[in-house]
């Protein structure tokens, strides 16, 4: 029989894994079936669906190993960091999804601002660290040309075996978005990688707009990561990517 390992369990969605499958709950079925359809449109290495039945999918594990985790340095090797930059260049390329963008920028402007006044009065972070970050993350709010992004490209969900892209996972968030957001995603808390990635990806890229999503993407994010038990204070991880934007 084989044991159940909860990967991921909040009040929002759960991913269960029994043996070479997992099994996604979320509360918004709508979350499902854009996860489902990029799956099916991405032409890139994706996870094979085996079923579903409301509130659940039904997924096969990808072979290989991820890049890494956030807060730990990553063991993948240079040339699998290259090819996955190579993946995101042809997901980037490929026709528009169907879905826009789930926010506008005045909308992610405007949760910015709340999010930094939060963090800031809770005590979790010094005001000064908090403005230079705003004032950093202010670059990605620039004209940019929509493209079919994963939407939440964390290092956990490309996985490589042998210097290659085996899979890439969890596509629910995908729509079309900001290119450099899907490269900041991915190389967040983990910079020293990002030479790496633009080697298989292509040089025409916004640094400015990667470094200025590493601190937008850190302020907002970390109010719901507290708030649904994860600690962004630890060591490696957005806490401590926006405390590295103080020194350069």
Not at 38 to 44: G, R, T
Not at 92 to 119: G, Q, R, V, Y
């Amino acid at each position: 029989m084989d044991e159940v390992e909860v990967v991921v369990a909040h009040s929002e969605r759960a991913t269960l894994r029994v043996g070479d499958v997992f099994l996604k709950v979320d509360g918004n079925q709508a979350n499902i079936e854009v996860e489902v359809e990029a799956i099916a449109l991405a032409p890139v290495p994706t996870p094979e669906i085996l079923w579903r039945k409301p509130p659940v999918l039904a997924i096969a594990a990808v072979p290989g190993k991820a890049l890494g985790v956030l807060g730990k340095p990553s063991t993948a090797s240079p040339a699998a960091w290259a090819a996955a930059g190579a993946a995101i260049r042809t997901l980037h390329e490929a026709p528009l999804p169907p879905w826009p963008s789930k926010k506008n920028p005045d909308e992610i402007a405007a949760d910015l601002d709340t999010e930094c006044e939060w963090l800031i009065t809770n005590g979790f972070l010094p005001a000064d660290l908090v403005t230079r970050n705003r004032e950093i993350a202010q670059a990605a709010f620039r004209p940019w040309t929509p493209r079919f992004t994963h939407g939440d490209l964390q290092i956990t969900h490309i996985f490589t075996a042998e210097d290659q892209v085996t899979g890439i996972i969890d596509w629910s968030e995908a729509s079309q978005g900001d290119a450099m957001f899907d490269l900041a995603t991915l190389t967040l808390g983990h910079e020293e990688r990002l030479d790496q990635v633009l080697a298989g990806y292509g040089t025409d890229v916004d640094l400015d707009a990667i470094r200025a999503w590493w601190s937008l993407r850190s302020l907002l994010a970390s109010h719901w990561l507290i708030e649904h038990g994860f600690d962004p204070n630890t060591p490696g991880c957005e806490f401590d990517v926006l405390r590295a934007r103080m020194t350069h």
